[in-house]
């Protein structure tokens, strides 16, 4: 069964601490998502990776091909980063257009 | 650039009853499709378009209608609302349907089935 596993699934933190979200999937894939979800509910997009590292501000994402592994960092976290964090991965072989596979998320906490 | 417009925000139903949840996309996108989340589970998809006229089933289909006649639409028809469709639905769109491009989501639908 393809599957994506994120860890942990609540993270607590400080404010200016350095935070790493974990994204693991069991076969191959094409594409890996992380997303973002506020409190109020709406998802924005944050990196599409297939390879290698991006930055974006204050965020990083990082795919180990090899390993199946992705990691989502927040350098000197701020309360604002406080969100659902949201991996999603399509799977090399999945044949019904374009569809991602979800996991569950990890709640974010970022007290002042 | 609205991006994905998903209307409405909350929506309560009785059982028995059928509505139609609408989202359009202004980016020209190939790819739409409607996801279901709920707690505890990661978004699950129900139903997908790869163009104006094409769509298929997604994880989880049953009790859902869709269409796409044009490249800007594509609502959502709930048949006779059930309980356990209780849930926040998601639209989203995407420039091709290999997956290896970015999402843009719309601001979701609240919809509670007494």
């Known amino acids: 069964k393809n599957e994506v596993e994120q860890s942990p699934q609540n993270l607590t933190a400080q404010e200016g601490e350095f935070i790493t979200i974990n994204c693991s999937y069991s076969?191959?894939?094409?594409?890996l998502h992380w997303l973002q979800q506020h409190p109020g509910g709406g998802i924005v997009s944050l990196f599409m990776l297939s390879s290698g590292k991006k930055k974006h501000g204050r965020l990083i994402a990082t795919i180990n091909i090899q390993e199946k592994h992705s990691s989502l960092h927040i350098t000197a976290s701020h309360p604002r980063d406080s969100a659902v964090y949201i991996c999603?991965?399509?799977?090399?072989?999945?044949?019904?257009?374009?569809?991602?596979?979800f996991g569950e998320g990890t709640q974010l906490t970022v007290n002042p | 650039n609205a991006g994905v417009t998903q209307t409405p925000k909350f929506q309560v139903l009785k059982t028995g009853q059928s509505m139609t949840l609408q989202c359009a996309q202004d980016?020209?996108?190939?790819?739409m499709s409607w996801y279901r989340q709920d707690p505890g589970m990661g978004l699950r998809l129900i139903h997908y378009?790869?163009?104006?006229?094409?769509?298929d089933q997604g994880e989880v289909p049953n009790g859902y209608n869709v269409s796409r006649s044009t490249t800007e639409d594509f609502p959502l028809r709930l048949l006779s609302a059930a309980p356990s469709q209780t849930s926040v639905y998601f639209c989203?769109?995407?420039?091709?349907?290999?997956?290896?491009?970015?999402?843009?989501f719309g601001s979701g639908t609240r919809l509670t089935v007494v």
């Open positions: 989203a769109s995407s420039y091709g349907y290999s997956g290896n491009y970015g999402y843009t």
């Open positions: 378009s790869v163009g104006a006229g094409i769509t």
């Open positions: 999603a991965v399509r799977f090399t072989l999945e044949t019904s257009g374009s569809r991602l596979t």
């Open positions: 076969v191959g894939i094409s594409a």
């Open positions: 980016m020209n996108h190939e790819y």
